[in-house]
Each structure stands twice: as structure tokens, then as C-alpha cells.
């Protein structure tokens, strides 16, 4: 039987009984319906992950007494920043989902010329907190108890000066060359476009900077697929994936 788990940022293994955060109580109790003595998993995003049951159960408040530590080892070797052109809607948080699945070290939302999404008056921040409940969600469902870094939203240019080491990629359909072209890496920075693409400048932009141009043949491919394709195809060539 599959454990459910849950993100708890305040998970203190010093103590027996923890009190479940609103949202784990809200999920646990209302949601999911568990009930006293139930079994659950608990995180804290950094590295700690704990065994659990259900000690105390009200419609308001709920804790659990902790019970073991669970050695987590499915962390990626490679160190990957994702640069996600942003995109409208699910697009986007397909994308941000998968990435989490895949083993990304940081996700930096940015802000493009072809970028459709409003991000004035506040927006951004109500943005950002829900691609933050994405990237939780996909860690929950895919047991990393390490949660990805998820940036606030930068401009292009910003982004590209965030991470000078490593292997800097972007991708361009116009590229002459592909993934399995380049030496083996451990610390990789990809750049993806949202819906439309990168233009020619700011293509352009990222050479300059560093960045090398890389395509997957000969489809052009959605941002939100083009993101899992390079995920993957770096996780293969390079990380704990194939």
C-alpha cells in the first residue's frame, strides 16, 4: 500500500507530536478523509523525510506522532537550472510538473518577448505561488524530499548572467547540433521558450552570454514539450535515467 505524503517546511524530528500545516490538515483530513492511526509520510523539502500516523483528528487542526526517519536517495547527480520561458495556463504548469518529475535542481521562471502572460499588478506574485503548489505537488506525488528552487520571475536578461558554470544550453530549432554532440556534463543550465519560441534576438542574447544552440531534429516541438524531451534526454545521457 502506497504511503501519502506530504510537505510539511516545519517538520521538526526533535519532538513526537507535530502538528500537521492547514494545507497537510486540509489534504489529510478533508481531503484524503484519514482517519486516527493512519499511516502518512512527512518532508520538509530539504533533505528530511519521516514516517507517521495520525494521532489527533478535528475538523480544525490535526497532528501526527512521528515515528521513523526514512533515507531518501533519488536526488539526480546532475545539477540542472531550468530557464522556463513562461507560458499561459496549463502550459505551464505541465511543464513545471514534469520538470519537477524529472530531477531539476532550480526552475527560473522568465519573461520573454513573446511572452502572453500578464504578469503586472500583483499577478506575478499570485503566479508564483501557484506554480509553488505545482512544484510541491509534483514532489509529493514523486517522492523527491528535496524540493526544487523556484525562482521569482526574471527578465531574459537577468536570467542568463544567474549561472555563469557548467554547460549553458538553449534550444533553437535552427541549431546545427544536438544533445548527444556535446561531452558529458554534471551542472547544466537550459534555456527553453515559451509558446512561439525565442526570437532571433534574444537567441542571439543567450550566445552571447554563453549559451550553446541545441535542437532535437527536425519537429518543432511545444515549449511544454520541448521542456520533458530535454529533461529527459539529459537524464539519459547524462543523469540516473536509461
Known sequence: MRITR????E????TDL?????????????????????ALRLFDGRGLEVDAALE???????????????????ESPLTITLLQG???G??????????VELGVTRIIPVATERCNVQLSG????KRWAHWQGIVVSACEQSGRSVLPDLSTVMQLEDSLIVNKLGCRLVLDPLAEKGFTALEQQAD????????????????????????????FGPRILRTETATVAALAVVQTLWGDLG
Not at 517538520?11 to 526533535?14: D, E, G, M, S, T
Not at 486540509?26 to 484524503?32: D, F, G, I, K, S
Not at 496549463?90 to 520538470?99: G, H, I, P, S, V
Open 6 to 9: 506530504f510537505y510539511c517546511p
Open 11 to 14: 517538520l521538526n524530528q526533535n
Open 18 to 38: 507535530f502538528i500537521l500545516p492547514d494545507a497537510a490538515h486540509r489534504h489529510a483530513v478533508q481531503v484524503l478523509r484519514l482517519k486516527q492511526g493512519d
Open 56 to 74: 489527533v483528528v478535528s475538523k480544525r487542526e490535526s497532528s501526527v506522532r512521528l515515528l521513523s526517519k526514512v533515507t531518501v536517495e533519488n
Open 86 to 88: 513562461i507560458s499561459r
Open 90 to 99: 496549463e502550459r505551464m504548469d505541465y511543464a513545471l510538473q514534469k520538470a
Open 122 to 125: 500583483g499577478r506575478d506574485e
Open 188 to 215: 547544466i543550465t537550459l534555456l527553453i521558450g515559451p509558446e512561439g519560441g525565442l526570437s532571433e534576438t534574444e537567441i542571439g542574447q543567450a550566445n552571447a552570454a554563453g549559451f550553446q544552440s541545441v535542437c
